[in-house]
């Protein structure tokens, strides 16, 4: 069990590119989720996924974001026609979900920081 | 609404020294999760606590301890005699049972601890 992977670590991209990331979560791990963290601020939550399917979306998120979960292993998430404000740390996250009568914490990656210049 | 507060952004302390960090939450949820996260430099996310809201027993792991009081909607947490080692920020954050039970988080600000030795 390797935890979390999340690549690239560090992306900068031009205003107006495409970018696309990555998330492997620990196998098994049956939820998903993606987080954006600006500077000195808590992370926000973006969208979730149960299996492949994506049950929830954040106001955040806009037209411009899409996340895949296909075949419910590994996730992307992707923007397009990057913005200034889009230059954020973004986490993605895993659970096994519902365990023994509870909800089981989630297990964060390292994080893509993205710059837009 | 849902929502966590950290009114603390900055705490300094000298090693050795007992430090609280405040957390206070707002749910209309009557079961919910609340967690506790560290965030050290490296930006990974590591979980420290899940309290669940029909439990409000106090926890103590080692130096680290837990104080929830459902009835001022708090669940803050104590380093007793601190160590450099635990210079990181710390999230506070609440995950609503109810709306699908999506294990989601709902985080607070942060506070960045510093100790210095």
């Known amino acids: 069990d390797t935890g979390v992977s999340q690549d690239p670590r560090h992306k900068i991209t031009k205003r107006g590119q495409n970018v696309t990331f990555r998330c492997d979560p620990i196998?098994?791990?049956?939820?998903l989720y993606w987080y954006r963290q600006t500077l000195g601020q808590g992370p926000e939550f973006l969208t979730y996924?149960?299996?492949?399917?994506?049950?929830?979306k954040s106001r955040l998120l806009s037209d411009r974001f899409s996340a895949e979960r296909p075949k419910g292993s590994f996730s992307t998430l992707e923007i397009q026609r990057t913005e200034q404000g889009d230059s954020a740390m973004y986490l993605c996250?895993?659970?096994?979900?519902?365990?023994?009568?509870?909800?089981?914490?989630?297990?964060f990656g390292q994080g893509t920081r993205l710059t837009v210049v | 609404a849902q929502k966590v507060t950290q009114a603390q952004t900055e705490i300094s302390v000298v090693e050795k020294e007992d430090v609280t960090l405040d957390c206070v939450y707002e749910?209309?949820?009557?079961?919910?999760?609340l967690f506790w996260y560290k965030q050290p430099p490296s930006g990974e996310l590591v979980f420290l606590i899940r309290?669940?809201?029909?439990?409000?027993q106090n926890e103590i792991s080692g130096r680290y301890s837990w104080n929830f009081q459902k009835s001022t909607s708090s669940f803050n947490f104590t380093i007793t005699a601190s160590q450099v080692v635990d210079s990181a920020v710390y999230f506070c954050?609440?995950?609503?049972?109810?709306?699908?039970?999506?294990?989601?988080?709902?985080f607070g600000q942060g506070t960045t601890l510093q100790v210095k030795p």
């Open positions: 309290r669940n809201s029909f439990d409000e």
């Open positions: 996924f149960q299996n492949e399917a994506q049950l929830e």
């Open positions: 954050a609440l995950s609503p049972y109810g709306s699908g039970n999506t294990g989601k988080l709902i």
């Open positions: 749910t209309r949820d009557t079961t919910y999760y």
């Open positions: 996250a895993s659970s096994p979900g519902w365990a023994g009568g509870r909800n089981t914490e989630a297990f």
């Open positions: 196998s098994e791990h049956n939820r």
